[in-house]
């Protein structure tokens, strides 16, 4: 579903400044979508900045001290699964992406930092597609396989199972192009695996697509940045931090 709304060109992710964001801000970008919530895919009013080639992407993505407070690192291997990585039903292949943070569509080239801070761990998929309509279509495929998959699914990421039990529409940024958020809860190896709630907020800025994935880190006991995770273990206290989406909202604009 596409809904047409108004919006000044200019990233918002809560009614506060960014100077005010932190990792651990209590201000939602996916989180409970509630009544009135702008979950689903929307196409808003800002222009499109020029488009980004591929030579340009990683000068678009995090870098060490793009977020205060936050660690940025470039992720290989399992840390930043590949599109072939990602095995599920072809009708939540998309979603199966959007899960493990790997690129949607077919990119031109994609680019994955890693952002640690605040007890959370959050994955940004950075991908430039050859035009709009690519990286739109992309996007679409994304909604369609949520609506189709909300039920739960099984996937596989590098040859280790996941079921992802729940799958639900969220929060979105605003002053994208196009935006998403979801709730997912996933359980890791198989029916005797743990419960693990992930936070995922997905944004187009002209051919540019960020998808950020969010989950608790497991911090040693006793420390604040276990508290931070402890509490954002439950589905209500977790969300893709809004400092990391400001950031790269910021290097996209």
Not at 3 to 26: D, N
Request: charged content about 20%; aromatic content about 2%.
């Amino acid at each position: 579903m596409i809904r047409h709304t108004s919006a000044v060109h200019k990233i918002t992710v809560c009614a506060v400044s960014a100077a005010a964001l932190t990792l651990a801000s209590g201000c939602s970008v996916s989180g409970s979508a509630g009544e009135g919530g702008n979950g689903g895919l929307q196409r808003l009013g800002a222009a499109s900045p020029a488009p980004t080639d591929a030579a340009g992407l990683t000068a678009k993505a995090l870098k060490a001290g793009s977020v205060p407070g936050a660690t940025v690192t470039a992720p290989t291997g399992t840390q930043a699964p590949r599109p072939k990585d990602v095995q599920s039903d072809k009708p939540c292949g998309p979603l199966a992406r959007a899960v493990a943070g790997a690129a949607l569509g077919t990119p031109e080239d994609t680019v994955v930092r890693r952002v640690t801070g605040g007890g959370l761990i959050t994955t940004v998929t950075l991908s430039v597609y050859e035009d709009e309509e690519k990286a739109t279509v992309a996007l679409t495929a994304l909604s369609d396989a949520a609506d189709a998959c909300a039920h739960g699914f099984t996937l596989k990421v590098s040859g280790k199972e996941h079921r992802v039990t729940v799958a639900a529409r969220e929060l979105a940024p605003q002053g994208a192009d196009q935006a998403m958020g979801f709730g997912v809860t996933q359980r890791i190896g198989g029916t005797d695996g743990t419960d693990t709630p992930e936070k995922i907020a997905v944004m187009r800025r002209g051919t540019t697509v960020a998808l950020f994935t969010t989950t608790a880190t497991e911090g040693a006991a006793g420390t604040e940045a276990a508290k931070a995770a402890d509490s954002a273990k439950t589905p209500e206290g977790l969300a893709v931090p809004p400092a990391v989406v400001e950031a790269q909202s910021v290097a996209l604009a």
